[in-house]
């Protein structure tokens, strides 16, 4: 699996207990994720984080040429969006590319329409994405293959986390890769419940 030791241990160590316990409070994590970002939406419109207070934030940072991970992962987060029916709509999911070469808005936009409608395509700058990328301790390395034909011809390491935030910014709980859409789905709802309550 493309992802980094460190977020490997705290993501299997921890991903079993947050929030599938019961999101009585914001579990102790070794680090806290989340921070302020100045990215660009797939419409091609700037969009910071402030923007989204007042929603939950459920993000996962991943590329468009991804074969496997990100598939797989916008799949779930598309599963457990739609298992939660009407309460969906006070979550704003994100996919944050970690490609800004390849990943402009466009191809962003027919990426992200092939999951849930309600997922939000985010790229810009390199300095834009590094800076997210660090404020949510995602590993990103890029990877060419000897056979590479191009400069274009690459592959992206990357964490494969999912993050949940709360509407005030606050880091809430993380799904590792392999969490089932119904996990998921079933956390995210605890949380709301609490959150909202």
């Known amino acids: 699996m493309r992802l980094a030791s460190g977020l490997l241990a705290i993501g299997l160590g921890l991903g079993a207990t947050a929030g599938w316990a019961g999101p009585a409070k914001t579990p102790a994590f070794p680090v806290q994720f989340g921070g302020p970002f100045e990215l660009v939406d797939h419409h091609g419109q700037p969009r910071s984080d402030h923007e989204f207070r007042g929603r939950f934030l ?24 739609e298992m939660l029916g009407a309460r969906a709509g006070k979550l704003q999911p994100l996919f944050v590319s970690v490609d800004p070469r ?6 962003l936009k027919d990426y992200v329409g092939n999951f849930h409608p309600g997922i939000l395509g985010l790229t810009g700058s390199e300095a834009q994405v590094r800076a997210a990328a660090r404020a949510y301790r995602v590993h990103r390395r890029k990877v060419v293959p000897r056979d590479a034909e191009g400069p274009d011809d690459y592959l992206v390491d990357h964490g494969s986390l999912t993050y949940l935030m709360a509407p005030d910014g606050r880091f809430l709980t993380l799904f590792p890769f392999n969490t089932t859409p119904g996990s998921m789905a079933k956390t995210i709802a605890k949380y709301l419940n609490v959150e909202s309550g």
């Open 58 to 81: 459920l993000l996962f940072f991943g590329y468009t040429h991804c074969p496997d991970i990100c598939p797989t992962g916008l799949q779930t987060i598309t599963e457990a969006l």
């Open 102 to 107: 390849r990943d402009g808005p466009a191809v």
